[in-house]
């Protein structure tokens, strides 16, 4: 099992969206690479022929009836935007301006 | 039945009234739902200070409540058992109107505009919601010290960790600020701090007791169920928030079992006469604390001579559920995390104009989640990761299939599999916060119930020798067979409680409030 370096870390956290400091960089690397050392013990498993679990109830297609109900109104959804604009969620910019 | 701990008097004797009989003196008359609330909220005045066993205490929505229960009492009104009891509420489970933070900075001041289909239980049964309670932020930690506002403090014990993650509900319950109590588990976090603080805690069989509402960690084995300081308590609870629930695409469509009876059977002679019982052979000796297992056998050896058969039962995959448990969870909540970004509710940081949608997202996620949150997320975006996902979630699956047919086995043999609920009794705050592994730890033993979604629940079975802090029993049963865990639960209370004077939390020393 190979080592995370801080790199690896800062990786994971740009997928996971997490902006971390130096600090947390490091500490974390340390931690993580400790934690992962410890669940790679799964791998001890002779569990080539098992099937895999990923839900304790074995269900497919729950479905509802499709009827009209109340829901949350407009102002409800908004209640709690950190910022609206015209009855909507305003958010920061989405695209690059050159795009 | 007949009043089996403590009596009614003054506003003191009403906070350590168990559920039940508070429940018979609001039926007789003998006091009101007013009344219980107020003693109650005076406690929590009194003693939160100490415990910060409460994020947000709802007074004004509580006495409302109270009030309403009373006058449908006095319009005849048909009302559930519990009505006009008080309950706190994990801060886990949305409620509306009043705060929902998961213990999480990225949701302070967020509002729900929606009820848990939990709480509208709670409230359809008259039952007096008092307020939310701390936890482990987004459930994810076995002290509580995870929390963004501060840990909870064990009423046994204030240097010590009430549990987690819903510690700060089982705190509530063992300092008498509430009689009965919410709780979610996806590891452990309603046993583990039910054994921590000796009280009862139930995880329910997966999809026994509805999700909607529930905010979401680990979506295939979070549970939400019933926390109290008496087994009978617990049932009555767990009677009112079980079933069916068409909002959870998850939740069982088959009746209930009936709980209620159960504690009522296991607490009479006989009542688990012939009971087969499976000791987990793999939960338990090296690394478990003397005092612990000292209880957990003289409680084994009080069963046996109750009449159970009892015997020992070996589930070889256990050793492995706690190494698929810290790669299955925090996947899932490496994507069930990601709603919270910062666009549509709570914490947004950054957002001056310049940075992109995306540049604030991780600024949010970097100041709005504490450590463990962010090591889970990381730990789950590896495992998930091309490349590594079969070597560890893809395994963790098949270490999940394992466990089950372990349970399977097992079940074949006896009714009911026992451990203790956890390898030790409440440690001290501090101990265990810079070492993650050592956290994990505490879950040694509540985790494979999670990963199966069987039911399973923690008993008191009396305090360590050792330190004198309370020790759990740990009950496991098939799913849908829940009500084998109160007829345990309950057979083990009225056999142990005499020598207490009442529930195991009679013996909690009185806390020092400041004048």
């Not at chain 2, 039952?127 to 939310?132: A, I, Q």
């Not at chain 2, 399973?456 to 740990?474: I, N, T």
Request: include cysteine.
């Amino acid at each position: 099992m190979t080592a995370i370096s801080p790199d690896e870390v800062a990786h994971l956290a740009r997928l996971a969206r997490l902006e971390l400091s130096g600090d947390e960089l490091r500490r974390f690397a340390g931690q993580l690479d400790v934690i992962l050392g410890a669940v790679a013990a799964v791998a001890d498993v002779a569990a080539s022929d098992v099937p895999p679990t990923s839900h304790p109830l074995p269900l497919t297609n729950v479905t509802r009836p499709d009827e009209i109900a109340p829901c949350l109104s407009a102002e409800q959804a908004l209640a709690g935007a950190p910022a609206r604009e015209d009855g909507r969620f305003r958010v920061p910019r989405i695209l690059d301006e050159e795009l | 039945m007949a009043s089996t701990f403590g009596s009614s008097g003054g506003a003191d004797d009403l906070v350590r009234l168990s559920a039940s009989d508070l429940a018979q003196a609001l039926q007789r008359g003998e006091v009101s739902a007013v009344e219980a609330t107020r003693a109650h909220l005076a406690r929590i005045e009194a003693v939160d200070g100490a415990l910060h066993a409460f994020l947000h205490v709802d007074a004004d929505g509580a006495l409302a409540a109270a009030v309403a229960t009373d006058q449908r009492r006095a319009a005849g009104d048909e009302l559930g058992p519990l009505a006009g009891v008080p309950i706190a509420v994990k801060d886990v489970m949305t409620t509306r109107g009043m705060p929902t933070t998961c213990g999480s900075r990225i949701l302070a001041g967020w509002v729900p505009p929606y009820d848990a289909t939990v709480v509208s239980r709670l409230h359809a049964a008259g039952l007096v919601v008092l307020g939310k309670t701390n936890m482990d932020e987004f459930a994810m930690g076995s002290s509580t010290e995870n929390s963004a506002f501060g840990p909870t403090r064990n009423p046994w014990d204030t240097t010590r960790i009430p549990g987690g993650s819903g510690g700060g509900s089982a705190a509530a319950l063992a300092g008498f600020e509430a009689p009965l109590a919410i709780g979610t588990d996806t590891g452990g976090s309603i046993r583990q701090p039910g054994a921590v603080t000796g009280t009862v805690g139930v995880k329910p069989t997966y999809g026994g007791v509805s999700r909607y509402g529930l905010v979401a960690f680990s979506s295939s084995l979070d549970q939400a169920g019933p926390a109290a300081r008496t087994v009978r308590d617990a049932a009555l609870l767990h009677a009112v928030i079980a079933g069916h629930d068409p909002r959870d695409a998850t939740s069982i469509d088959a009746p209930v079992p009936d709980v209620v009876s159960a504690a009522d059977r296991g607490a009479a002679a006989d009542g688990i006469r012939g009971l087969r019982i499976g000791v987990v052979r793999e939960l338990g000796g090296e690394g478990y604390q003397a005092g612990v297992q000292a209880r957990f056998a003289a409680a084994v050896d009080v069963l046996a001579g109750l009449g159970a058969q009892v015997g020992e039962v070996s589930c070889p995959s256990f050793g492995y559920a706690l190494p698929a448990y810290y790669l299955i969870a925090p996947s899932e909540c490496s994507s069930n995390l990601a709603r919270f970004d910062g666009m549509r509710y709570g914490l947004r940081v950054g957002d001056d104009g310049t940075r992109s949608a995306e540049e604030v997202m991780a600024l949010t996620r970097g100041q709005g989640f504490g450590a463990e949150v962010k090591r889970r997320i990381m730990i789950g975006t590896y495992a998930l990761s091309s490349g590594y996902y079969e070597a560890y979630y893809g395994q963790a699956q098949k270490v999940r299939t394992l466990i089950s047919r372990d349970f399977a086995a097992a079940f074949e043999q006896v009714d009911v599999l026992v451990s203790p609920t956890t390898p030790t009794t409440a440690f001290p705050i501090g101990e265990r916060v810079d070492d993650p592994l050592a956290m994990y730890k505490a879950d040694l033993c509540t985790i494979p119930a999670n990963l199966a979604g069987i039911a399973a629940g923690s008993f008191p079975c009396g305090l360590s020798e050792d330190d004198g802090l309370p020790v759990g029993f740990h009950v496991m049963a098939p799913a849908m067979a829940d009500d084998r865990l109160y007829l345990v639960g309950a057979a083990l209370e009225a056999a142990l409680a005499s020598s207490w004077g009442g529930p195991l939390t009679t013996l909690v020393p009185d806390l020092e409030v400041p004048p």
